[in-house]
């Protein structure tokens, strides 16, 4: 009768295979680096590969204080361990002991002679990279239709703007038919006449994001007039997509945020523009009032009816001016003829008359002043206050002073 096993004996027995077996636990294994993962306990994982087969590998936290460098995604390297069997899940994996560089990997080779080529292009130059717009209405996404990346960007996007439409193009992201379908996206979203475009993908390993990393959708990136947001990967996954991409994005998150302006701010923002612009207008208003109110004062001051209301008024001033001279010219004249006339009373014959006193005058009118201009019998004619008298010269006598 046969022997019937468990699998945790199955897997003991594997173990202990290996463990026996003196060259399994003293290897070096030269392989390609490959989803290097540093645990928080101080592990690293990472997967060492050739072009045909893969091997799971671990570093210890004790095995790293001889490591001299820091893995990372396509090193080409040299590792020293032992092989063994984790029973639990009944893998076997390659325990490191030791690490050395073994040149560069091939797929790090060709995405640094890429980056080189590209560069030296112009196509990383700053003078051609697109400012992406404050505010959209419409956004763009190329990437895979399920996983996280695509949740992540309409949760984002949906919760700081609900109103910007958002065009999902299903991409293929890995795989030999991933760079065709990501240009296709471009082109297809392009057409929609979109305002942003994001293009890009969830975590993996180099292979994982590989297509991110070709000519083809690199150049397709630079040539499209929309602007493109590259997020592929997490933070620390770097791809030649970002740097042809108009701005490159940490995470599908970041990107979200990057492209769509938090719709609280654009109304306090639309808010502020709207009382500047109530204020500017009621400036103008007042500085167009003003002006108004002079330039009708100039019209006023400068129609014929106003100028000949200045004139009228002008002449009532002249008026009021002339009259005021000739009454002060005709009270001076009006006091000089008082004084004349004053003065004339005083030398007035028929004052004198009115005094007492008498005019003479001959039978003609002369003036008899002197008793010489007399003759017996010459008529003479006495002027008096209230009359004449006619009266004959009988005698004269000289009264000698």
Excluded at 132 to 154: K, N, Q, S, W
Excluded at 275 to 291: F, I, P, V
Aim: charged residues 25%.
């Amino acid at each position: 009768m046969k022997n019937i096993y468990s699998v945790t004996q199955v897997n003991s027995y594997i173990r202990n295979m290996f463990t026996q077996d003196f060259m399994l636990q003293s290897i070096q294994v030269r392989g390609e680096i490959s989803n290097c993962k540093y645990h928080s306990s101080g592990h690293i994982y990472f997967t060492l590969k050739d072009a045909k087969a893969a091997i799971a590998c671990v570093m210890f936290a004790g095995s790293r204080s001889g490591l001299a460098f820091r893995l990372q995604e396509g090193q080409q390297v040299v590792v020293d361990g032992g092989m063994d069997v984790y029973e639990r899940d009944g893998k076997y994996q390659l325990y490191a002991r030791a690490i050395t560089r073994d040149g560069t990997g091939q797929l790090y080779e060709r995405f640094e002679q890429l980056k080189r080529e590209l560069a030296e292009l112009g196509m990383f130059a700053e003078e051609y990279k697109r400012p992406i717009p404050e505010i959209i209405r419409t956004l763009g996404v190329v990437t895979a239709p399920t996983g996280a990346a695509v949740r992540d960007i309409i949760q984002i996007a949906s919760r700081r703007n609900p109103y910007v439409q958002m065009i999902l193009y299903p991409a293929i992201v890995q795989g030999d038919q991933a760079v065709a379908s990501i240009i296709n996206g471009i082109h297809a979203l392009t057409a929609f006449s979109v305002d942003v475009i994001i293009v890009g993908r969830g975590g993996g390993s180099i292979e994982d994001l590989w297509a991110f990393n070709e000519r083809e959708v690199a150049q397709a990136i630079f040539d499209c007039p929309v602007p493109i947001i590259s997020a592929v990967g997490h933070e620390t996954d770097t791809t030649i997509a970002d740097f042809a991409a108009d701005l490159r994005a940490p995470t599908p998150s970041a990107a979200a945020e990057l492209a769509v302006c938090e719709f609280s701010r654009l109304e306090e923002k639309m808010e502020e523009y709207a009382t500047a612009l109530y204020r500017g207008m009621m400036g103008r208003c007042d500085r167009y009032r003003r002006r108004a109110e002079m330039l009708g004062a100039l019209l006023r001051g400068g129609s014929p009816a106003g100028r000949l209301k200045q004139n009228r008024m002008y002449l009532m001033r002249l008026e009021e001016r002339l009259q005021a001279s000739m009454r002060r010219q005709l009270d001076g004249k009006r006091h000089i003829l008082a004084l004349y006339t004053e003065k004339l009373r005083g030398l007035s014959p028929l004052d004198k008359l009115s005094q007492g006193f008498s005019w003479v005058t001959d039978e003609h009118g002369r003036g008899i002043r002197d008793v010489d201009q007399t003759r017996e019998g010459q008529l003479l004619v006495i002027h008096m206050k209230n009359g004449i008298v006619h009266a004959r010269v009988e005698g004269k006598d000289r009264v000698i002073r």
